[in-house]
């Protein structure tokens, strides 16, 4: 059975610090996604990695697929209050499996 | 962009109500899907379809049916709400089956 564990499960963290949330499997995968959800929404996609020591930028976040494709993580430089949310994994080959997420919270 | 539509942002219901809970995809995707997400518990998937009128049961399909007689609609309906059915219910996507899934803004259903 597939599973995807993400850690740490809640963190909170002044204003333009550095932080880097996980996500690991012990199953390779053959990509996987990051999503971002506020409080009261749906997850919203932010982006799929496919190959193994793939780096993804999207503006202040950086994300990195592990070279065996069995997990990845996201990095948030100087993080913003908007940044504010709970961050989920998914991967998965005949049905999608979500980790449990990483709740963030930026204190300004 | 995807675009998935929930017709309802909150609903209050009695126990032992019937409940429908509608959705909408305007990208021509195959497959829906209905999940429920509770804290500490992630999301489950509750149903889902990879054609019209067929479904599928996910991880936790007691309690509740779906419909799809329409390819961009999916409906979720609880037959007889129980207060244990009170969460967060997130509609979703995806153009081929294992691909990446695209969700709605999600319905608050409160059973009391």
């Known amino acids: 059975t597939q599973l995807l564990e993400q850690s740490p499960q809640f963190l909170s963290i002044q204003e333009g610090e550095n932080l880097t949330v996980y996500c690991n499997s012990s199953?390779?995968?053959?990509?996987l996604q990051w999503y971002r959800q506020e409080p009261g929404e749906g997850p919203v996609l932010l982006v799929t990695?496919?190959?193994?020591?793939e780096v993804k930028k999207l503006k202040r976040l950086t994300f990195q697929f592990g070279d065996a494709r069995k997990d990845s993580s996201l990095h948030i430089t100087a993080a913003q209050p908007g940044d504010t949310g709970l961050y989920l994994c998914?991967?998965?080959?005949?049905?999608?499996?979500f980790g449990k997420g990483t709740r963030l919270h930026i204190l300004p | 962009d995807v675009k998935v539509t929930q017709s309802s942002r909150y609903l209050v219901k009695r126990t032992g109500e019937k409940v429908f809970l509608e959705c909408v995809q305007d990208?021509?995707?195959?497959?829906m899907f209905w999940y429920r997400q509770d804290p500490g518990l992630g999301l489950r998937l509750i149903y889902f379809?990879?054609?019209?009128?067929?479904?599928e049961k996910g991880d936790i399909p007691e309690g509740y049916s779906v419909s799809r007689e329409k390819k961009e609609r999916f409906s979720l309906i609880l037959e007889s709400a129980s207060t244990n059915q009170t969460s967060m219910y997130l509609c979703?996507?995806?153009?081929?089956?294992?691909?990446?899934?695209?969700f709605g803004e999600g319905s608050w259903l409160t059973v009391v």
């Open positions: 990208m021509d995707h195959e497959n």
């Open positions: 990695v496919v190959t193994g020591g």
């Open positions: 998914a991967g998965g080959e005949d049905k999608i499996i």
């Open positions: 379809s990879y054609d019209v009128k067929m479904k």
């Open positions: 979703a996507s995806s153009l081929i089956w294992g691909n990446t899934i695209y």
């Open positions: 199953s390779v995968f053959s990509s």
